[in-house]
Each structure stands twice: as structure tokens, then as C-alpha cells.
């Protein structure tokens, strides 16, 4: 992973943005999740099952070696449930596996 530009050079560890651990992890959970799996074998329709199942993997991992307190994984989840209702609402009554072809793939994160 690479990180550009000059900010980044003179940012203390202290002040690592939110995100990154969390991004981190995420990625290197879906290394973990394709060892000897073909993702272009996954049809697209079925990306919640590796997306979602990247996030709450990484939210145990980062729990595990506390990276996260529970307030944040409370936190994350809550965010989760709400999300997958409203983008799951918006497909008035189209199930989870349509939301690529609508346009909010973003239903696959929050609803896996």
C-alpha cells in the first residue's frame, strides 16, 4: 500500500486517521478469504458474501487484537443494520442479491 503526498510523510502515529487500521485489515481479510479461491469464479450477485463477510471478520480481528474497543465494533455494526435497511428499502422489495444490477452495491457491504 502506498500513501502519497507530503501530509502523510510528517504524520504522527498518534494522528492515524480512523479508517486505516480498519482498511488494512479489511484487505488483508479478503487475501485470507481468496487463498485458494478464484474470486472471478463469484458471481456478482453473491458479493455480500465476501464483502459483508470481510467486514465482520475484520471488525473480530481488530476486536481481537484491540485495535477497536467495543463502543467503535457497536458502533460499526449499528451503522451496518441501518444502512442495509435504508438501502435494502430503496429497492422496494427487490432482495439483497439485485442491488448491483439497481446500482447500490454498497447494499453488499452493509447487509453481508
Same mark, same amino acid.
Given at each position: 500500500?502506498?500513501?502519497? $503526498?507530503?501530509?502523510?510523510? @510528517? ?10 487500521? *480498519? *482498511? ?7 487475501? *485470507? @478469504?481468496?487463498? $485458494? ?32 474497543? &467495543?463502543?467503535?465494533?457497536? $458502533?460499526?455494526? &449499528? ?11 430503496? @429497492? ?12 447500490? *452495491? ?7
Amino acid at each position: 500500500m502506498h500513501l502519497y $503526498g507530503e501530509a502523510w510523510a @510528517q504524520l504522527p502515529r498518534e494522528r492515524t486517521p480512523d479508517w486505516l487500521p *480498519f *482498511f488494512l485489515a479489511y484487505d488483508v481479510t479478503h487475501l *485470507f @478469504q481468496s487463498d $485458494g479461491l478464484d474470486s472471478s469464479q463469484v458471481p456478482e450477485d453473491q458479493s455480500w458474501i465476501h464483502e459483508g463477510g470481510a467486514d465482520a471478520l475484520t471488525l473480530l480481528v481488530l476486536s481481537e487484537l484491540g485495535g477497536l474497543e &467495543a463502543s467503535q465494533i457497536d $458502533g460499526q455494526l &449499528a451503522r451496518a443494520q441501518s444502512s442495509c435497511s435504508a438501502g435494502l428499502a430503496a @429497492q422496494s422489495g427487490k432482495p439483497l442479491n439485485a442491488s448491483a444490477p439497481l446500482g447500490p *452495491f454498497e447494499n453488499y457491504y452493509s447487509c453481508g
